[in-house]
């Protein structure tokens, strides 16, 4: 429980910069968490806003937490 | 159901919507030997020794050398320089934090040249034990430091200044007569003495004219009264009249984009001259000279280093089918054009917010997508 499993990483090359898209069989907290601290630290790192979207509700249905209840 | 996350990683100096910056210089100002090369004079590599005391004249140490009135020479030239490797490098630190890498850079390394070659090993060609002499007493580092002196070695177009720190000599079996020998030198000067008779594209080879073009030109003034292949050649790429000239090494137009420096005062680049004046005579101003192949054609789109937002969505389905899947490129491909829509990411509108993640800016986003088609 609260473990998820890596199915497939790719990085394309964009305009401005590298995108990496991770499919992920299930989510934790925390590995959203980590997408949008790297969201907000990449946008003072280029001096832009940080226009990440929130976390839409069909993931957040999908979030795993460490323990069990 | 899996969950896909899109993470940007962008550069901090953005590329900005100008693809001239990627396509600039890639097809200008293209010349290749298609007529072929001047070759260097031949040139026998050299050993000295040079002391310099309080910074005043240097003066000449003699090596023993057997090929010199004497037995002693200021230049030895008693051996065959078969390979020099002249590695440089950076001093740098990297520091892979997080997220992404910093570098920070410091100066350069100090170049150690890697030298081999071989020596004559015969009664009459001494010179195996004429070096080795030679090293022991003069040669290495730690004498040199003692008589204030440095080794100068030449080869090919270059004079290099500094201390020899390491050397090997070889005995085999199979030669006899000869001593396969390596050295370290470690660089503290370094000195191009080449003479090219190219250094712009004026003074590149030309067949034809020689309207406008400097005297000092070496292939100025060629006949003008072509050879029969010449005069076949001429006709195949399309030249219009022998008067113009011909810029017969260049595959692509020529165009002079003036010089750029950087102001010492500001460090902003600067365009130091105009580029008006540098275009040969000859090319008109728009460096079209008739000799325009296809693959310059503004038509064709310029190779570009990144994908656009629909590219880089299939790139991903393609990758993410490839790994969970484990197939082939071509299958995924191919389930791709049949049927697009089983493909999470692809089928989706670019509008979306997918699309978003991928376009100007940081715009992480998650989504949910279906199991992977099966391919």
């Known amino acids: 429980m609260g473990q998820s499993t890596e199915l497939s990483s790719t990085r394309v090359v964009t305009r401005d910069g590298v995108v990496t898209a991770t499919v992920l069989d299930r989510v934790s907290p925390d590995r959203v968490y980590l997408m949008l601290v790297k969201g907000s630290a990449a946008a003072q790192y280029v001096r832009t806003t940080d226009d990440t979207a929130l976390v839409p509700r069909d993931v957040k249905d999908l979030l795993i937490f460490p323990k069990p209840e | ?375």
């Open chain 2, 1 to 375: 159901m899996p969950v896909i996350l899109l993470e940007k990683d962008p550069f901090a100096e953005v590329l900005q919507d100008n693809k001239a910056v990627l396509s600039a210089g890639g097809e200008l100002n293209v010349r290749r030997p298609l007529w072929g090369i001047v070759q260097k004079k031949n040139t026998f590599a050299y050993l000295s020794i040079y002391q310099s005391i309080s910074g005043g004249e240097p003066t000449p140490i003699s090596l023993i050398d057997s090929s010199a009135p004497g037995g002693y020479s200021l230049s030895n030239h008693n051996f065959f320089l078969q390979d020099v490797q002249d590695q440089r490098q950076e001093k740098f630190q990297l520091i892979p934090t997080f997220g992404p890498y910093y570098v920070f850079f410091y100066g350069k390394q100090p170049v150690i040249l890697q030298c081999s070659g071989l020596l004559l090993n015969t009664d009459d060609f001494n010179w195996k034990n004429e070096f080795l002499n030679n090293y022991e007493n003069y040669l290495r580092g730690t004498k040199c430091v003692e008589n204030q002196a440095r080794v100068y070695m030449g080869f090919d177009d270059v004079i290099v200044e500094g201390y020899i720190i390491a050397c090997s000599v070889a005995y085999n079996k199979d030669l006899p007569y000869l001593c396969p020998f390596t050295f370290q030198l470690l660089v503290t000067n370094y000195q191009d003495v080449s003479e090219p008779i190219v250094t712009k594209a004026e003074e590149a080879r030309q067949v034809g004219g020689t309207s406008g073009m400097p005297e000092t030109s070496t292939f100025q003034n060629q006949s003008t009264s072509l050879t029969p292949e010449a005069q076949a050649l001429n006709e195949e790429l399309g030249y219009e009249s022998l008067d113009q000239l011909k810029y017969v090494e260049y595959l692509s137009d020529l165009w002079s984009e003036g010089v750029w420096e950087v102001d010492p005062s500001t460090g902003v680049s600067k365009h130091a001259s105009e580029g008006t004046g540098d275009i040969p005579a000859g090319i008109d101003e728009w460096g079209m000279a008739g000799r325009t192949a296809s693959w310059v054609s503004e038509h064709r789109p310029v190779r570009k280093q990144w994908l656009e937002d629909g590219e880089a969505l299939t790139r991903i389905d393609l990758a993410s089918t490839q790994q969970q899947q484990g197939s082939d490129a071509v299958s995924v491909r191919q389930k791709m054009k049949k049927d697009a829509s089983a493909f999470p990411l692809t089928s989706r509108n670019q509008a979306s917010r997918v699309g978003a993640s991928l376009t100007t800016g940081v715009c992480n986003s998650t989504i949910v997508v279906a199991d992977s088609p099966k391919v």
